[in-house]
């Protein structure tokens, strides 16, 4: 027997114009925590799906329990102890928790036909060991993001895999449940079961992996035992270089409130919220998820209607009904899932690029296609995008090259005011370190930024002032030079600045 479950050695795959990966390797011991890194574009979602069985590799071997496999589709790995949890995930949103954790599998009575009363009690069973706080007859449609997370965890576990490969499986998760995550995955562990870890974030692959697998530019670099390694030794591995200063944050000199909002209200979302941004301020706003952040700014951008309330765009009251509007008066709006509401996927990337701009291009009634092949290439240049060519489709690059045609996006608009929701979700440290420089670039020019974002980290070093929220109300602000994260998690919870009470360990 060997002492691996999986292992994948040589593997090559290319795409048109794209060499994807460059014979790399991977090793998973039963009963291990094996954490993938690597920038976005390393080619780590291509050999997870190669090990899943959704692409077939061009040359190299694969391995399972020390015997050569080829696998034929995904419906193979499945029946031979191989799961996903896919970071995009897709649920069917009408049918239960029960029977999207049984789909394609459903139980059988004895006339042949679904016994949903088998299937319930069966979930039930699977999210008691789990304990995950959710009922099979609960209708998918109506669970949070992190709630259909867990459901998916649910749905791997309950097909007795012995390998479960996570794609970023805390980026929808609040602290409270990564915790139980975290002990979920112990307990596979303990188990025998294999978990393949994908992330981004630092502090998980040192909390709960035991050994990592980096790889750059669809080449493997090394793996090491997680124990033997240091922040900044994973980091060069990753990028090729140390990262001298992550969070490039420069002090911006501030001016005129470029925009001002007064008692905004969306009945059921939010209620009375009211701040202020200005020329050359990154505005944060801080709050657990559900706090009513991502609403907020939809309604400033016309996405979702207002019930009450006065914006004013440089001191003038402004109506936006819709994003056009929006744009119209000078603002962009990076939202917080690019694929959803983002990216046109089955578009190029010029087209993505170009599409709010078009207006601000036209030569009489013409397209000045000079000029945005221009605006398309600087962009490509400057944020250092990832692309064969300008015509690739934006669904075959990689999460971080796909955020960075976003960014390009919006600042070919040339707003005045930029908000940014959860900007670096998904992407390497390599890309945050490149968006950050971005954010702190564009304040110093003058821009207002606004700023939402679930790292703690981020949104305490790269924010000039920090607006807290808790179920969908202004808690308070505080400033730069007194926010700490104890006191930005004191206001999440719906408390006050003045009933915190600093405590001190000895």
Known sequence: ??????????????????????????????????????????????????????????????????????????????????????????????????????????????MGLIDHRGIDKASEEILK????????????????????????????????????????????????EVGHLFSIIKDLKQRGVAVIYITHKMDEVFAITDEVSVYRDGEFVGREDSVNLTREKLIKMMVGRTIDQFFQKENATYGAPVLEVEGLTRHGYFDDISFSVREGEIFGVA?????????????????????????????????????????????????????????????????????????N??????????????????AVGTLRIKTPNLDQLVMFLSGGNQQKVLVSRWLATVPALLIMDEPTRGIDVATKSEIYKIMSSLAKEGKAIILISSEMPEILAMSDRIMVMHEGRKVGEIGRAEATQEKILHMGTGEPLSTFKEVHYY
């Open 129 to 176: 060991e789990l304990k995950i706080n959710l009922t099979p007859q609960q209708i998918m449609g109506k669970l949070s993001v992190a709630q259909m997370q867990l459901v998916e965890i649910a749905e791997a576990v309950s097909r007795k895999a012995d390998l479960i490969i996570m794609d970023e499986p805390t980026s929808a998760l609040t602290e409270k």
């Open 287 to 359: 709050g657990l998820i559900g706090a009513g952040r991502t609403e907020v700014m939809e309604s400033l951008f016309g996405v979702s209607p207002k019930q009450a309330g006065v914006v004013k765009i440089r001191g003038k009251p402004v109506k936006i009904e819709s994003p056009y509007d929006a744009i119209r008066y000078g603002i962009a709006f990076l939202t917080e899932d690019r694929k959803r509401s983002g990216l046109y996927l089955n578009l190029s990337v010029r087209d993505n690029i170009i599409m709010p701009s078009l207006r």
């Open 1 to 110: 027997m060997s002492e691996f479950i999986l292992e994948m050695e040589g593997i090559h795959k290319s795409f048109p114009g794209v060499h994807a990966l460059n014979g790399v390797q991977l090793a998973v011991r039963p009963g291990t925590v094996h954490g993938v890194m690597g920038e976005n574009g390393a080619g780590k979602s291509t050999l997870m799906k190669i090990a899943i069985g959704l692409y077939r590799p061009d040359s190299g071997v694969i391995k399972l329990r020390g015997r050569p496999v080829s696998f034929e589709n995904v419906h193979d790995t499945l029946t031979r102890g191989i799961s996903m949890i896919h970071q995009e995930m897709s649920p069917l949103p009408y049918m239960t928790v029960a029977q999207n954790i049984f789909l394609g599998r459903e139980l059988k009575n004895r």
């Open 361 to 378: 291009n036209l030569n009489a009634l013409f397209i000045d296609h000079r000029a945005l092949r221009k605006l398309c290439n600087d």
